[in-house]
């Protein structure tokens, strides 16, 4: 007997295959609509024609259907047909989404969907959102970051940021035995401008002092404020007589440098102390320890260069034995800016 | 072969904008159906089936490396390719691309395209049709990665199904 869909012109079957169409219908109907897993083809049906593949191929499809239902997407159906398509074109398009969804988790916000009705509008908003959420995220960070390792005032790294940069620096020049020198000046009678001139004043001296510092150095060059009026130059690739002439030309450029007031023009000098690091036979100390003393003996030459008359340049060796007795405050600092 | 005529390159398109001033680039989808199948018509009449499918897999294959060449050349990440890929597809009218699965390290991929140019709303014929597809995707996706991919149709229109599913997976 062939399942077939109702022929209402033909004779009703005789009794006995009536019978038997119920029995087909009812053993269909369990397959599609009872929650229980499809039973097999009762012994008594496995005669009629096509029931079995018929059979067969709505309990793959209620198969696949079940394992779309719970998210299972690796479910393959070899019904053909327009009713297996459907499932098929389902399961093609979670499929998709799924994809799309690791693009989004990967960065990647170009991600569309067209093709999923309400799912899809949420999908695009919930992707835009995540992208203008990340971009401000992002620009936030930077900004913060940038706000992390500045001075506000000047624009320059502050100290905790130039250690950090200078320690790298020290432990490349130790291992490649490459000269590194670090310049330190205070701009000399600061405490009288802003006594004279008020701290308005005070601060765009700092403003222009540091920009006139930072357009003499080259691009390797890390400059910083060390606190108040000091500020801090560290020169990677540099020896001792190079770092002298370079302290030389910041000082004239400071010397020339003139600042204008409402009460008229303010020329400024600054005094600079200047060390460097460049004999590597013999030494046994680590990076860290030769960034110290090199930032305290050019802290050591700024204390000089201050009690011999200021807008001076002065320069201490790393080993020089005479400097240990003078004043420096140096190292202090540098041990708050690193811990 | 010697005294060939029709070594493909994209001269063969020819200008457009010359050429069809007021008819455009666009045609009908049955002018395009009409001629794929009368060609394989024809071909299949001369060199059997299973010459004819190579000779159209060849062929999609042929296209599929030129195409990637006119579009698709400069790109270099795989997310721009396949966004690429799916909007020029799109504009184009030739279908909806879409890629359920990309292992770029197993070099495996399952890529399905809707509203097909070939066989989207074909009659249900029990084997797979897109055989021109399947060499076009395969010089896509050797053309991107440099590698030798073989293309095969697994879920057709034809078949039954509402969207055809490709497998493509690196030979070797």
């Known amino acids: ?339 | 072969m010697q005294d060939r005529r029709y070594v493909f390159s994209w001269d063969l398109i020819g200008n457009l904008d010359i050429g069809r001033p007021n008819l455009g680039p666009m045609t009908r989808l049955e002018v395009y159906r009409l001629m794929q199948y009368a060609f394989r018509d024809v071909i299949e009449r001369h060199c059997g089936t299973v010459k004819t499918d190579t000779i159209f897999y060849e062929s999609g294959y042929l296209a599929g490396q030129e195409f990637y060449k006119q579009f698709f050349s400069h790109i270099k990440d795989f997310a721009v390719f396949i966004s690429t890929v799916q909007a020029t597809l799109k504009d184009m009218g030739v279908g909806i691309l879409r890629v359920e699965k990309a292992d770029m390290e197993q070099k495996s991929f399952v890529i399905t395209v809707s509203e097909d140019l070939d066989c989207s709303g074909l009659p249900e014929l029990n084997y797979e049709v897109c055989v021109y597809d399947e060499g076009f995707l395969a010089a896509l996706l050797d053309s991107f990665t440099g590698e030798k991919f073989v293309v095969k149709e697994v879920d057709c229109w034809c078949t039954g199904d509402r969207t055809c599913r490709f497998t493509a997976e690196v030979v070797g």
Request: glycine share 8%.
């Open chain 1, 1 to 339: 007997m062939k399942v077939s869909a109702s022929m209402p012109d033909k004779a009703p079957p005789p009794a006995g295959d009536a019978e038997l169409a119920a029995e087909v219908v009812a053993y269909l109907n369990r397959i599609l609509f009872d929650s229980l897993p499809a039973p097999t083809v009762p012994q008594r049906l496995e005669g009629v024609e096509g029931l079995l593949p018929l059979a067969m191929a709505l309990s793959g499809m209620r198969l696949f259907a079940e394992q779309l239902a719970t998210g299972d997407l690796s479910g393959e159906l070899a019904v053909r047909g327009a009713f297996a398509g459907f499932f098929k074109m389902l399961q093609s398009n979670l499929r998709h989404v799924a994809w799309q969804a690791s693009r989004v988790a990967q960065g990647d916000f170009s991600q569309r969907v067209d093709f999923m009705g309400d799912f899809s509008t949420a999908f695009n908003a919930m992707v835009q959102e995540l992208d203008r959420t990340l971009t401000f995220l992002r620009a936030s960070e930077l900004k913060y970051r940038q706000l992390a390792i500045t001075d506000s005032l000047t624009g320059l790294y502050n100290l905790r940021y130039f250690f950090t940069i200078a320690e790298k620096e020290f432990r490349r020049a130790l291992r490649h035995r490459r000269p590194v020198a670090v310049i330190m000046l205070d701009i000399d009678n600061f405490k009288s401008i802003n006594d004279r001139h008020g701290h308005a004043v005070g601060d765009t001296v700092l403003r222009e002092f540091a920009r006139v510092l930072g357009r003499s150095l080259r691009g390797a060059d890390v400059l910083a404020r060390y606190g108040g009026e000091e500020f801090i130059v560290l020169l990677p690739e540099t020896g001792c007589d190079p770092a002298v002439a370079v302290a030389e030309k910041l000082k004239k450029g400071v010397e020339g440098c003139f600042i204008g007031l409402e009460s008229g023009c303010l020329n400024i000098t600054a005094s600079f102390g200047v060390s460097c690091f460049e004999i590597f036979a013999g030494n046994r100390l680590p990076a860290s320890d030769i960034m110290e003393q090199v930032v305290k003996r050019a802290d050591q030459a700024l204390y000089q260069s201050k009690n011999t008359g200021k807008n001076r340049v002065t320069f201490l060796a790393f080993d020089d034995p005479a400097a240990d007795g003078l004043g420096f405050g140096a190292s202090r600092k540098m041990r708050c800016a690193k811990s």
